[in-house]
DNA sequence: ATAGGGTTAG
């Protein structure tokens, strides 16, 4: 087009932005917001609404928001799109604020105004305001509307208030496959597993089919509560409706069959599977890694590359993961270098964890603790919480108090690592020194729990289960 | 020209 005499209109280059924004293409967006500016059109609504959500889409919301202040009176498509931008940013309250505006401004919202102001909210703290925006939907006449209704439902159980979704749910007359989706998924991660399972039963009962998004969130809470059985079955469902193909089904199965202890059947689902992403490939080797199969994992990994797939971050905490499993401490070294020279990723605190667990399960405790000192960024208590354990297996009093009182001050009203280094000196037969420790607990006020696990007799599932038994 | 549910990673 652009070698023809033919010259690109606002509704060309909101066509090309939105396709960036498909393609989570940034140099792209830029690129052609570039030739937005040059091409001497006018700023109008419609390009300006779809530079937003493309800048927003990909993270990049302080210049969603230039683009919309240079509108002198954006209507309410391009109002929307900054609602839904910082909305999707994290940004309620920005997001709230700008809603407000539009109230002022005299214009009429409209459903998509009300599911972008629901994106942004996801704390049980904001509730509050939840339940307002709630009202003020079913008092502006949306409770019609499936989107509103899905996005209402979800925003409910990101508040940790599933129950409050539940009923949106049976208040609607008209109920499609993504709304079903909100609430099974909502279930799923509010570790409701067995109510999840029961609707998503209840869903095919009443003729709506699955697609892969569902699939793919219900395979997960199997693997998070790990029950083999309703994975196996849903594993037969994936077969039944031609989901075999996709992707995220794919690695939704693998991570399952792993999780459930039965690497090899995660295994054969990838070696069978036609399409296989980046997720797919990270899903096996963490699944053959957490099983200490560690030359199968690197073998993955190899014909990876080979098929020019770009590893990422994810990879290579699955690869460091395999070290750590099967005490591979070169391996692992050599890893977190190629990692950042060769595949240029920057190390995460996740990455730090691996090491630190590689080094010091290895008794490498000098080492471990050198490298949290390199790190771009202060210890979390994650990274910490790694080289404790390790001090205490093997009894390294010392730097596990260091370790101990930085802890101390990440989380002072934990109590799990003064009973950790308690521990120490115990198997050391240091009585004085525990009771110190103890007595210093309860000085400050602080109060052990007793530990709880379940486990379940193989046949019901387990409810509230700790995977660690 | 704008909406809703999302697979892998401590």
Redo the contacts with the bound molecule.
Sequence with gaps: MRKTEVNPDN?TF??VL?ACMEKSDSRGLRVVHGGVVVSGLEPD??TS??LV?AYAKLGQVEEACNVFNKIAQP???LC??MV?AYGHGGFWDKSLEMFREMLKMGIHI???TL??LL?GFADPSLLEICQGIHGLCLKAGFDY???????LV?MYSRCGCLYSGYRVFSSLSQV????W??LI?GFS?SRDYEMAMLLFKEMNMKGVKG????T??VL?AC?KFVVVQPGKEIHGYVFRHGLVLN??VT??LI?MYSKCGFAHLGLRVFETASEK????Y??VI?GLGSHGLASQAFGIFEEMLFKRLIPD??TF??LL?TCSHAELVKEGCDLFKRMEVEFGIAAR??HY??MV?LLGMAGELGKAYDLIQKMPNPP????LG?LLSCCVVHGNLELGKIVSSQLSQLEPEKTAYGVMLSNICANDGKWDDVRKLRDDMVGIGLKKSPGLSRVGDGNVPYSNCNRDI
């Excluded at 509307?145 to 996005?151: A, F, L, M």
């Excluded at 979390?380 to 990274?383: E, W």
């Design positions: 509704y909101a066509c939105r609504m419609t609404s779809a959500n209507d309410l498509v929307n799109s839904t409209d459903g998509y599911v972008g994106s509307n499936g989107y509103v209704g899905s996005s979800s499609d496959l993504v709304i989706s909100s998924t991660q697609d892969a998004i569902l793919a969130s997960a693997a992707v995220m690695s939704a991570d992403s980046v997720v797919v990270n899903s963490t971050q994810c905490s699955a993961n605190t996740e964890v691996y667990k979390d208590s994650g990274v790694a």
